[in-house]
């Protein structure tokens, strides 16, 4: 089963508007990185918020980790509509609990819709 | 501007034949990752290697798929024989670790299997 799953599926807004995601997880994360894919594209690394860190900016992101809940959220504010996307969440693992460290594993997106 | 890089964009082929899919990774990068992503089954892992080392391809059908890294600056996924489910957007990745594992992703190649 996937290590990050992301909440919701499908977002529809219009442009202005705040746009939140939720990202949960299962195992201890390193860290947990967020990814934006543009149709046809591949994907582009946006953010991303160490295990010890509990929120974090750029720009118009805004990034909160809670790992007592393992859940993250991604908050896109005054959205346009060049942020229509898939927007996926993505953990690393703590070297000290697997073999796996290195990888990331995904989750199955949040595809964003922003009309203008 | 540092890009990872992927041959061909897209591949149309019929079933039964081999398939050949290039990555460039970005100079410098240790860690170069295969990834497949389909509508059912999202983006799935097949392979990984780290200083050209296969590390996991427990992802990976065995008896069609091989991933190899013949030098620092080129890594290869065949596939042979290619099957209609093979359809899918095939993603290369590279990254540097120890590190934060942050990977950087290529275009992919579009493949189609007819």
């Known amino acids: 089963s996937q290590q990050g799953e992301e909440d919701p599926q499908a977002l529809s807004i219009q442009e202005g508007e705040n746009a939140t995601m939720n990202c949960s997880y299962k195992?201890?994360?390193?860290?947990l990185q967020w990814y934006r894919q543009n149709s046809g594209r591949g994907l582009v690394h946006l953010i991303l918020?160490?295990?010890?860190?509990r929120e974090k900016h750029s720009g118009r992101l805004r990034v909160t980790l809670d790992t007592s809940k393992k859940s993250s959220s991604l908050l896109i504010t005054a959205s346009r509509a060049a942020d229509t996307a898939s927007y996926f969440c993505?953990?690393?693992?703590?070297?000290?609990?697997?073999?796996?460290?290195?990888?990331?594993?995904f989750g199955a997106g949040t595809q964003v819709v922003v009309t203008p | 501007d540092a890009r990872v890089t992927q041959t061909p964009r897209h591949k149309v082929t019929e079933m039964g034949q081999e398939v050949t899919m290039r990555c460039q990774p970005i100079l410098g990068h240790n860690t170069v990752f295969w990834y497949r992503q389909t509508m059912m089954q999202g983006l799935e892992l097949l392979a990984y290697f780290r200083n050209r080392a296969p590390l996991d391809d427990s992802g990976m059908p065995k008896d069609r798929f091989s991933a190899e890294m013949p030098d620092a600056t080129l890594a290869t996924l065949k596939i042979q024989p290619s099957e209609p489910r093979d359809s899918a957007v095939y993603f290369c990745?590279?990254?540097?670790?120890?590190?934060?594992?942050?990977?950087?992703f290529g275009p992919g190649t579009r493949l189609t299997v007819l």
């Open positions: 993505a953990t690393a693992l703590s070297r000290y609990a697997t073999d796996s460290w290195g990888k990331l594993q």
């Open positions: 195992t201890s994360i390193n860290n």
């Open positions: 990745a590279s990254g540097s670790t120890p590190g934060t594992d942050t990977q950087y």
């Open positions: 918020i160490r295990s010890n860190e």
